[in-house]
């Protein structure tokens, strides 16, 4: 086995907001999350300098999360920095907030095209999550009443 040498990075992270990035079916208790412990995520870091805008145009790394901690900044989650964290981290207490419906089909268009560089249409995120009687696919992704594309629990 190879030694590292004293030129090798070395691993580092530091506590801060993330974002759970899997689909609910990955990451519900009554589905594979129940047997696959790890979730990935990505970092949620505000928006310092002020570059981003909520039109969807440009920095497509970005997916906005306007006023997540009610302070008055934009903060979003760098889908640069995908990372896998054992879910003991993600605890009801550490929640900060849950996409609704609508928001979480807006993320799903977000990461594709920010992996692909393919544009899709919201029509399309919204038609692949739907059953047949245009209902969404899995319990835990049923639209809330009067939901926000944010809404703080």
């Keep these: 086995m190879a030694q590292a040498s004293t030129d090798d990075p070395v691993m580092r992270h530091s506590m801060g907001l993330a974002m759970v990035v899997g689909h609910p079916c990955e990451i519900s208790p009554g589905e594979k999350g129940a047997t696959f412990p790890w979730r990935t995520t990505c970092a949620v870091v505000p928006d310092n300098d002020a570059r981003l805008t909520l039109d969807g145009e440009g920095h497509f790394n970005a997916f ?90």
């Design 64 to 153: 906005p999360l306007p006023d997540l901690l009610q302070d008055g900044t934009l903060w979003y989650a760098d889908l640069r920095y995908l990372t896998v964290i054992h879910k003991d981290w993600l605890t009801a207490a550490r929640r900060v907030a849950t996409l609704s419906f609508e928001g979480w089909q807006a993320f799903q268009r977000r990461l594709i095209h920010f992996l692909t560089r393919v544009e899709m249409h919201p029509d399309d995120i919204a038609v692949a999550a739907l059953d047949e009687a245009g209902q969404p696919m899995h319990p835990d992704a049923q639209p809330r009443e009067g939901g926000t594309a944010l809404d703080p629990s």
